[in-house]
């Protein structure tokens, strides 16, 4: 008898080791499983996704219920073998009562070599001891397997990518065109994030262009290498892409454009405007005298930030067009007497012909005069050098613009010496802090008196300062 339970015995081990072939008796339609389940000792769960380390214990689980008249079953385990079958993992006997239920579990120290990648594991049951006829069954897939290995060859172990929380089944997890090896043993950027530094450039392209992807701002110019790239077309590589002495980052603060060194066209690079002239780079004629600013600053030597660089009373370009020296107020004199004798000539001329003298030949005579004045050099007589005559002239197309003191003093002479300074605003344009700035220095200078009246100022000639200028209204 003993011989016969060693003989049956040994007759079970080698049917557990032995392939099956797949097609088994169709299962009965009244007993069923439960979905199968693995212990997490022993497995990885990634998304629906389960991982069985291979070499490493596990347990396998289900439920079983019996709808059926019989009370004894026979459970079995089984794993694809890759080549069409199955191979038996283990079996057990088992007592259900009719119509009741029972759990099934499975302990296994390791699975069979070979058995790797993924493979469907089937539970079946059959009625009693060696019976062929199988009443349920279940399956479910999972993925065997090793430690050491590198399921989807992107150069990290399995282990390392569990730690790591990488796709055990992808080589490039977070999609950015590197392999997940390459991102943390080359690069040591996130395999999880495919823009590690947030820069809008993905791992890959900052690899490949040369930039930091670990460094947001590689050249460190203010700007994110990914809104150089794909916003401004500067080099996330070099903080001053043109070369004008300013950073990318304070070109687009101050509007300047990062790709020119020279965006108002003037002759001056933006830095130089900036740093140096205190000029401005959008204008090319910051102070609008009609010179650019590289004219006045390196060929004429007048202040680009000036309309009236000498205090003449005539801008930098009437003198140049003249033939004065901007730079020089005494030269304005020498050229006066000419102008004056011109312009009393061409008031003859029109008095002559039956004409009023236009408004701007009677207009550029009191400038020539005031210019005169001014330099305290030469006097001349208040009135017009010219008198209207009986009718009225051809419009004169062209005039010299009058630098910004002058056109004050000619509003307040038109005035009769006297103004509101937010009338002044009103009729140049002017932003209300510029018109401060000027009357102030004008006022420094003695060509005029600032009144207090109320809330507001009246601005007076020096020498038409009103009587009630000192009374409780100032």
């Known amino acids: 008898m003993l011989a016969l339970l060693l003989a049956i015995a040994s007759a079970s081990a080698l049917v557990a080791a032995t392939p099956v ?50 009370s004894l079953y026979e459970f079995c385990a089984y794993v694809e073998n890759g080549d069409g079958g199955r191979v038996k993992l283990d079996c057990q006997q088992m007592n259900v009562d009719p119509n009741g239920s029972r759990k099934v579990t499975f302990d296994f120290e390791r699975y069979p070599k070979g058995i790797s990648g993924e ?49 055990l089944d992808s080589r490039d997890t977070d999609g950015d065109g590197l392999s997940d090896g390459a991102e943390v043993d080359d690069h040591g950027t996130d395999p999880q994030d495919p823009d590690t530094d947030d820069d809008g450039l993905r791992d890959q392209q900052e690899i490949i262009l040369g930039t930091d992807p670990l460094n947001s701002d590689t050249d460190g110019d203010g700007l994110t290498d990914g809104a150089e ?83 003449d009373s005539l801008t930098d370009s009437q003198e140049i067009a003249l033939g004065t020296d901007p730079t020089n107020p005494a030269t304005t004199v020498g050229f006066a007497g000419l102008a004056l004798a011109v312009l009393a000539g061409l008031g003859v001329w029109y008095r002559r012909s039956g004409y009023s003298v236009p408004a701007v030949v009677r207009k550029q005579s009191s400038d020539v005069v005031k210019a005169v004045k001014t330099d305290g ?24 613009p009058l ?50 009246v109320g809330r507001e100022n009246v601005i007076a000639l020096t020498d038409e300062t009103p009587d009630w200028a000192d009374s409780a209204l100032r």
């Open 377 to 400: 050099n030469r006097r001349a007589e208040e009135s017009d050098p010219v008198v209207d005559g009986p009718a009225s002239a051809p419009p004169v197309e062209t005039q010299v």
């Open 229 to 311: 790239v794909n916003d401004h077309g500067t080099d996330p590589q070099d903080p001053d892409t043109d070369d004008d002495g300013l950073t990318d980052g304070q070109e687009l603060a101050l509007g300047t454009d990062p790709r020119n060194e020279d965006t108002d066209g003037d002759g001056l690079l933006d830095g130089e405007e900036v740093d140096r002239h205190n000029t401005d780079p959008l204008n090319s004629d910051t102070d609008g005298d009609g010179l650019t600013d590289r004219a006045e600053d390196d060929l004429r030597g007048t202040d680009p930030l000036r309309v009236d660089t000498d205090g």
């Open 119 to 167: 493979r469907n594991v089937t539970v079946v049951a059959t009625r009693g001891f060696g019976n062929e006829e199988t009443v349920a069954e279940t399956t479910s897939t999972y993925t065997f397997i090793e430690r050491s290995g590198d399921y989807d060859g992107d150069g990290l172990v399995n282990e390392r990518e569990v730690e790591l929380g990488t796709d």
């Open 21 to 70: 072939a797949a097609s088994q008796p169709a299962p009965s339609a009244n007993s069923s499983f439960e979905p199968i389940s693995l212990s997490e000792e022993g497995t990885v769960q990634q998304e629906d996704q389960t991982y069985v380390w291979r070499n490493e214990s596990s347990t396998l689980s289900t439920r079983f219920h019996n709808a059926g008249n019989s």
């Open 403 to 452: 630098s910004d003191d002058g056109r004050v003093l000619q509003m307040l002479q038109e005035e009769s010496g006297r103004v509101r300074q937010s009338e002044i605003v009103d009729r140049t344009e002017w932003s209300k802090s510029k018109v401060s700035r000027l009357l102030s220095r004008m006022e420094e200078e003695g060509k005029l008196t600032k009144i207090n």
